[in-house]
């Protein structure tokens, strides 16, 4: 579609954003934009690029990203086709995957073309993972990096028509088409647009086109005005409160100049038999917003001429015969009472229960606020009461649409859709009773609901005489699905100064609502994965019995606060229905930590033999700290295990050159004890970072348990004992020699009575 005027192009970007593999929406990242109006072209240049340890990420793998586009609401999307809760209508949306054309950058493009002016959502993914369970910092991880930038360009100064009245146009033969809008306020029931004394070379060689909200398409509704006489295009329902854009397009390869005349009547449904006054009304009369361009009816790229209303412009009355079923009923507004965030129940005034008429319907209308209500769900809920039926086969249809109430002239048609407006149906009767309706993600604006009874008959549906039905209507806002169910959680999520809510569901459930239980979690296998990962627990049982025996009170201690938490921590941190929390979940989680890292403190300085207090509270100290700064970062948890470890290095190694031979001694603790403790503590540690999934989780962590108690046991050492035979010699008076026993048997494995002095001291 080329387009005569001057244009202006905005240019909009976001900040770069880390992508996620798809597990649920709550794992998409979400941009946010604003059209618009009178926009004929938008851009969406996608740039994603890689990044691996600050530079570039040549050597990441290609993942292909998928890119969703929807005006006023954010995408309702499944990429992994599960199923929908009940009663769920989930809108369409565009859809876009990228691939790599380079190693480390791509671009891709979405362009449309008269886009509808408003927000925008994109939401962008990563294919879905094995779910593997990477420690933090353990390797540079490939980041998946997407940024969207917005080109629009959009329409100056086009024209409006004001109903019932004239504009006069020359569409000079460099001029293609001729652009202008209309404001249709509300209670309108039909919009006609007629081009009058058209004169041209070849009769009247024109194209007449009408949209909504946006400049006309290709596909939009067009009407050939050399075929047609006279020239019409009427619009029936239309959208309340919106622009309808009118084009005039030439034909191709026509000469000369072509004159003509456009005039726009409005049919106001409250008055049937009155179409909008000819005379010019207020913006304030109109609902009309007060910048509505300008108010000539120009052609697109031609300079306005002198200011001179009536020479182009002036009121002419067009007999219109309205059309059957233009007549509209009030609409009964509700209020508003919002409790929390996506949290907002919709009263009607004098309800909740509602009486529908058999010869009329009842309209009422819920007003979403822009952007704060777009990112909840909005639930419908019909209840029929019916003792009110009197015995009749009575069928109460509900009509749910947006920006406009579905007022047929049919009252026995059933469908809520037109050419042109899509709707929601509900339907309750004496058999079905209640009827429910949830639309995740609804557009904002004016959402309006017809109620109507009808009569089932031999030959379908007609209306009912005598009978009033009474419904009980409940409308609400609320954060997601049924709140996400037993085995979901819904989260609340921001992305810049947009708020929206999203379920993450747990124990294999799937879905919206965490309803599809396609790949779920059986409750045997729960119980099953909870006892697992609380009873490996157990097995510092004999740590702590080995810690007693050689009088290592402070360790067993420590190893005993350990399996305790432990146990604790992991039956409160279960996905499913197997979950039982003694204390707050973060406090669980902190305590497991900070006892599994203080096992391994207080086992490394035992073996270490080195006895002052003023150890232990310094690693307590430093892993408390840590832990507070980041309870998953590598570092964080490494730095003070090494630190361990090395004061454990510097006491054997002083022992070693004191001793002039190997510390520990005895090639049996060497081979019984620590060689296998530290095979078994290093197949442990490979487990937990390159082996564990969130698949294999319950029993790949419980074998960890068990693999880290039974290290503790075979590293701790044994008891120190003390030399009975052999008591301090009494040390010489003056300048002299005192010969020291060394009264602590480093390995427990050599009888005190054979002990040896092995050492001199000074004095």
Known sequence: MEWDGLFVTDYFTRTPRKLSPFRSFASIELFHFHIPEDTVIAVWNLITFKEQGGTFGDQCPDRSITVYFRSG?????????THFPRDTAVPGSFALTLTWTLPNRTTGVFNVTSPLPGDWFLAAHLPKDEGKISVKGLYEECQYLFQPQLIVQRLVNIAVLYPGHVTEQSMAPHNRSCLYKVFVPSYTSRVLVEVLRCRGAEGCPLWLRVRAKAPPLHNSTVLDCRE???????????????????????????????????????????????ARPPFLPSSASMNMPHSFG??????????????????????????????????????????????????VHFYIFFGPNVSVPPDRPAVFVINLLPVLDSGG??????????????????????????????????????????????????????????????????????????????????????????????????????????????YGQCKLLRTNNYLYAACECKAGWNGWGCT??????????????????????????????????????????????TMFFSTFYHACDQPGIVVFCIMDYDV????????????????????????????YLLGAMLLAMALQMDRHGLWNLLG?????????????????????????????????????????????????????????????????????????GFLLPPRAKTSRRLGPLPRRKGCGYQLCVNEQEELGLVDPAVASINSICTS
Not at 73 to 81: E, G, K, R, T
Not at 672 to 684: D, E, Q, R, S, T
Request: charged share 10%; net charge negative; aromatic share 10%.
């Open 73 to 81: 609401a954010p995408s309702v999307i499944n990429p992994l086709h």
């Open 228 to 274: 047609h006489t006279p020239c019409q295009l009427a619009q029936d329902l239309p959208f309340w409160q919106h622009w309808y854009y009118v084009l005039v397009e030439k034909h191709p390869g026509v000469p000369g100049t072509v004159s003509f005349q456009v005039t726009v009547q409005l049919t106001d449904c409250s008055r049937p038999s009155l």
């Open 294 to 343: 300008s108010a000539g009816g120009l052609g697109l790229g031609d300079s306005p001429p002198p200011t001179s209303p009536n020479s182009t412009k002036h009121p002419v009355p067009i007999p219109v015969a309205p059309p059957t079923g233009d007549r509209c009923w009030p609409v009964r507004p509700t209020l508003r009472n919002e409790l929390d965030t996506f949290s």
């Open 377 to 486: 769900v909005l639930n419908l809920e019909l209840r029929l009461n019916v003792s009110s039926l009197r015995g009749e086969n009575v069928t109460v249809f509900g009509c749910l649409n947006h920006e406009v109430p579905l007022t047929s002239g049919d009252n026995a048609s059933v469908t809520c859709e037109t050419e042109s407006l899509a709707g929601f149906l509900l339907s309750v009767n004496a058999t079905a009773s209640l009827s429910r309706l949830r639309i995740p993600y609804p557009q904002t604006g004016s959402w309006y609901l017809s109620l109507r009874s009808l009569c089932a008959t031999e030959h379908g549906f007609e209306p009912c005489t005598n009978v009033t039905a009474e419904v009980y209507l409940r409308a609400y806002l609320s954060p997601c699905i049924n709140d996400c169910g037993i």
């Open 516 to 561: 599809d239980n396609a790949e779920a979690f059986s409750y045997g296998f729960q119980l099953l994965s909870t006892l697992l990962l609380c009873l490996s627990n157990v097995m510092f049982v004999p740590p702590v019995a080995i810690a007693v025996r050689s009088h290592y009170l402070m360790e067993a201690a420590v190893y005993i606060f």
């Open 588 to 615: 669980l989680q902190f305590c497991d930590f900070l006892g599994s890292l203080m096992s391994v403190w207080v086992t490394v300085i035992a073996m270490a033999r080195l006895q002052p207090v003023v150890l």
């Open 640 to 712: 003070p295990s090494l630190f361990a470890l090395g004061i454990m290095a510097v006491a054997w190694t002083a022992r070693t050159i004191r001793r002039r031979h190997c510390y520990p001694p005895t090639w049996k603790r060497w081979v019984f004890y620590l060689c296998p403790g530290a095979l078994i503590a290093a197949a442990a540690v490979l487990l937990y970072a390159f082996v564990e999934t969130e698949e294999n989780y319950f029993y790949i962590h419980s074998i960890w348990h068990l693999l880290i108690a039974g290290s503790v």
